[in-house]
């Protein structure tokens, strides 16, 4: 009977590798990711027209309500999963706040289907010669229920997005060679799963919406998340389980304050002389962590490893650390620096997408006799990730691992690069683009129109190709980094500083507009991006100012990954290998 050291069923009995994880259960998983991302990407991007419709808002109550949406739903898996990895299994969060994003759908609809839950109807205007109408936006309780449906939901996806991809992982033994490559492409999947739900949900769920109405969409909306609940919860007894471990918050700041008290202690020359975990613990609910060399920065390395010198004088856990506490540590250290590297480079590609599409917007949208309406070009990129995934998994990867000796071909640092070069050659094309797209308005005398010049829409296909490019290789690069990278007790908070990264560069995003409004309103009397007229405005050099931003951050993300230092080794594990010949740090990007 195979096994999985430190995971459990749903019994808490040792898991038996032929009857829990693998394939089979990561199937669910990806099934629950796709029914979930088809109602929320729908709402992410049709959300402004419901606020300003039915609602009545203004643009910037609009903007500002969808945008603290957007960034809720990624910003709420970090407390879940503090939660998953300290108190309870993954799998039981997302059972326990799941139903809760359900409710919140349902509210919207309750609200959206009850007129007297709405604003008060537009008024006409006071004087025949005013074309304008006078709408008084959603406000009270009212508003207190809106808001209340709304920020019910990234309680619940948000665990989900903490939970699944961390439990996904788990259901793969890295020292299992088959498995091992199953990891690998278990993300690449995720990603395919959120790309097709995304599809579904701008395809199907925005047309009811618009057609069938909010109310009906809304609940078309909480059917595919309690469906997706259902079939993913229908799996528990396929699952491997980890146990929760405690804060991990708790571990890594007892380390800093033993590290300090001990500040003037001298390290043994014999590393098996600092604290281990003791025999009595539970070997099934701790990853044993050995010491390494391979922190860059020498000097914090032996600071914290002060904590685990024994004195004679120490007095519980904030005076004394194991290895393995401090070895957690230094994977959050290590990691910082990557993140940090990581938000700065993916500020660009929220906005390139957004403003690609307004772009489109003023463009011939014509494809034959057929018009492509405005909300379909965010189906382009779409299209274009979920063809470029299966190709990628199916075609490249097989070769470059044979080339290359990695199981995912190249590096996840090496992959999330190639994503941050892919953004910088798109901006670079974004704005050759716009220049042609501001002459083709000027020639055809169309500078005061918003829609109609004649420049096919098409000639966006080469920037929505490289957004595909960015999602397929930056977007699963970072998201199987952080959850591979981390610790066997922080593994969901990994996959929770990816979507923290996705939430902190569109606010960044965001900001920078209004600064580069600030700035060029004073040198040329008009914002770059000011008013409803691209025409007008100066895109291009916002794309060269996002071009230039995206080389920076490439420059400081390649100084950072060239020294990171792997947890485990990537190469495909031999036959004849097991899983305790892994772990060692390994200096390669």
């Excluded at 005013?130 to 959603?138: G, Q, R, Y």
């Excluded at 595919?224 to 799996?235: E, I, Q």
């Excluded at 379909?376 to 290359?404: E, K």
């Excluded at 670079?428 to 220049?435: D, L, R, Y």
Aim: with cysteine; glycine share 8%; aromatic share 10%.
């Amino acid at each position: 009977m195979g096994s999985s050291s430190g995971l459990v069923d749903w019994r808490g009995r040792p898991v038996d590798t032929k009857k829990h994880g693998g394939v089979r259960a990561s199937i669910f998983i990806h099934a629950m990711v796709l029914l979930t991302n088809a109602p929320n990407i729908a709402n992410m991007m049709n959300m402004v027209s419901y606020l300003r419709g039915t609602m009545h808002m203004g643009v910037a109550q609009a903007s500002t309500t969808a945008s603290n949406y957007f960034a809720a739903l990624q910003m709420f898996s970090i407390p879940a999963a503090f939660l998953a990895d300290s108190y309870l299994k993954r799998f039981y969060t997302v059972l326990l706040f799941a139903p809760i994003e359900i409710i919140g759908y349902i509210l919207l609809a309750v609200q959206a289907y009850t007129t007297s839950l709405h604003p008060p109807p537009c008024s006409p205007a006071a004087t025949a010669a005013s074309a304008t109408t006078t709408c008084e936006p959603v406000r009270g309780a009212n508003l207190s229920l809106l808001l209340l449906g709304l920020y019910l939901i990234p309680i619940g996806d948000g665990a989900a997005r903490a939970c699944l991809p961390a439990l996904g992982g788990d259901q793969f033994d890295l020292g299992d060679p088959d498995e091992q490559r199953q990891e690998t492409s278990f993300y690449n999947w995720y990603t395919f799963a959120v790309s097709t739900g995304g599809f579904v949900g701008l395809v199907f769920i925005v047309w009811v919406q618009n057609s069938k109405g909010w109310g009906v969409g809304f609940a078309v909306s909480a059917a595919f998340v309690a469906l997706g609940l259902l079939v993913w919860a229908a799996a528990f007894p396929l699952y491997r389980n980890q146990l929760p471990m405690g804060s991990p918050i708790t571990r890594v700041l007892q380390v800093f304050v033993a590290a300090f008290k001990k500040r003037n202690v001298r390290l043994p020359e014999n590393p098996s002389e600092l604290k281990q975990i003791n025999q009595d613990d539970d070997a099934n609910a701790h990853e044993v962590l050995p010491k390494t060399d391979g922190f860059r920065f020498s000097l914090a390395c032996r600071c914290l490893e002060k904590a685990a010198v024994e004195t004679g004088n120490d007095a519980g856990p904030w005076s004394l650390c194991s290895v393995t506490q401090v070895e957690e540590t230094k994977i959050v250290l290590r990691m910082a620096p990557i993140f940090v590297a990581a938000v700065l480079s993916y500020i660009p590609v929220p906005l390139l997408l957004s403003l690609t599409v307004q772009q489109g917007n003023t463009m011939d949208t014509r494809l034959g006799a057929v018009h492509i309406s405005p909300a379909t070009l965010f189906l382009i990129p779409t299209v274009f990730q979920m063809v470029i995934l299966i190709i990628y998994d199916r075609a490249i990867v097989p070769p470059l691992r044979r080339l290359t000796g990695y199981v995912g071909g190249v590096t996840h640092l090496q992959r999330i690069g190639i994503g941050f070069v892919a953004t910088i050659v798109a901006t670079a094309i974004a704005a050759v683009v716009e220049t042609r797209r501001k002459m083709t308005a000027e020639e055809s005398g169309l500078e005061d129109a918003t829609t109609g010049i004649p420049l096919s829409v098409f000639w966006l296909t080469p920037q929505f190709f490289l957004i595909g490019i960015v999602d397929v290789t930056s977007f699963v690069g970072l998201l199987e980094f952080f959850c591979s990278e981390a610790s066997m007790g922080m593994k969901s908070i990994g996959s929770s500083i990816f979507y923290c990264i996705l939430g902190v560069s569109a606010w960044l995003g965001s900001l920078l507009i209004q600064v580069t409004n600030r700035v060029t309103q004073r040198t040329n009397g008009g914002g770059w991006l000011d008013g409803a007229n691209l025409n007008k405005g100066k895109l291009d050099r916002f794309y060269v100012v996002l071009c230039i931003i995206e080389v920076v951050a490439l420059v400081i993300y390649v100084f950072f990954a060239r020294r990171y230092v792997y947890r485990n080794d990537q190469r495909v594990v031999a036959q004849e290998q097991r899983k305790g010949d892994t772990g060692n740090g390994v200096a390669v990007i």
